[in-house]
Structure formats: structure tokens, C-alpha cells
């Protein structure tokens, strides 16, 4: 996929919209078109962070891994979606499993050539940090959903009491 394609591609997801030419066309040049075959394991927990993913189609799990209890879905992302938010976070490890569910394309993101835009253009860097922002509000929300269908109505109290 040439530069131009990936400019295109990144165009039509919902995480670009208001960015400008510019900085569409920056992202393509720390970007490359990738795809995984349905049940391929895009990353794993605790795998050091360094790539995130805009995805284009497809579905993708993410789970949490834990030993004795094995890996729970929290949550499936689609087209548009961003996988991957930890690195440009930076964070240095991954906290989730991803798998893709069916065949799934993706444009991959280099997270420090990222984080470097971000840091050398303040209204990029404040576009695509508010849109991370948003997807890991989504992940806190489905993991909260998740404890409520763990717990139900037995939620642990808080250490806080209210008065």
C-alpha cells in the first residue's frame, strides 16, 4: 500500500476524523497495511508495548488472562477502533490479550515515531490523545460491565463510605 493508499485508508475511520492532510499524511509514514487470519493472536499480555493498530475490518477480542481461570473476552472491537493503547501511553507492557475473530486488516502504528509527532505537534498530539482517551474510557466501561456479571450485586464495598 503506498503512502497516498494508507493516507485514504486512515481517512475513513472514524479515529481520524478532523485531522488534517497533514497530519493524516504523517501518520502514514510511521504506518504500514497489515492483516491477520481469523484466530491469529495479535498480541499477548505482558509482551512489551510497541505498536498500536487503527482497525479497518474485522473483529478483534480483547481478553485478560489469569492463571486457574484462564482468558475472559472483555470486550470486541471493530472497524475504526484502536487496538493497542499502551504504548502510546507508554506503557511498557501490553495489559490485554488480542485475537483476532475473524480475517482482520489493520493499519499498524509505530508508537514511539507516534509519540514523537505528538510531542512536535501539540494539536495533533491533542487529537489523537483525546481518541486515545476515548478507547480506553470504552475498555474501562466493558471491564466494569464485567465485574458487574462477576459480582452482580455481591460488588465488593469500597474503601471509601460516603456521608
Aim: contains cysteine; proline residues 5%.
Amino acid at each position: 500500500m503506498t503512502e497516498q493508499e494508507l493516507v485514504d485508508a486512515l481517512r475513513e475511520l472514524d479515529f481520524c476524523d478532523e485531522m488534517d492532510e497533514e497530519f493524516l499524511a504523517q501518520m502514514a509514514g510511521v504506518s504500514q497495511e497489515v492483516s491477520f487470519p481469523q484466530g491469529h493472536v495479535i498480541f499477548r499480555e505482558g509482551e512489551p508495548a510497541r505498536r498500536m493498530y487503527l482497525l479497518r475490518s474485522g473483529h478483534v477480542s480483547l481478553e485478560v488472562c489469569a492463571p486457574g481461570i484462564g482468558c475472559k473476552r472483555i470486550l470486541t472491537l471493530s472497524g475504526g477502533d484502536l487496538l493497542g493503547w499502551s504504548p502510546v501511553l507508554e506503557q511498557t507492557l501490553l495489559t490485554a490479550t488480542a485475537r483476532a475473530l475473524e480475517p482482520t486488516e489493520a493499519i499498524e502504528l509505530n508508537a514511539a515515531q507516534l509519540l514523537t509527532m505528538c510531542e512536535h505537534s501539540p494539536r495533533f498530539g491533542y487529537l489523537f490523545m483525546r481518541r486515545a482517551a476515548i478507547a480506553l474510557a470504552k475498555r474501562l466501561r466493558a471491564t466494569r460491565l464485567q465485574l458487574l456479571n462477576v459480582y452482580g450485586g455481591g460488588m465488593p464495598n469500597s474503601p471509601i463510605e460516603h456521608t
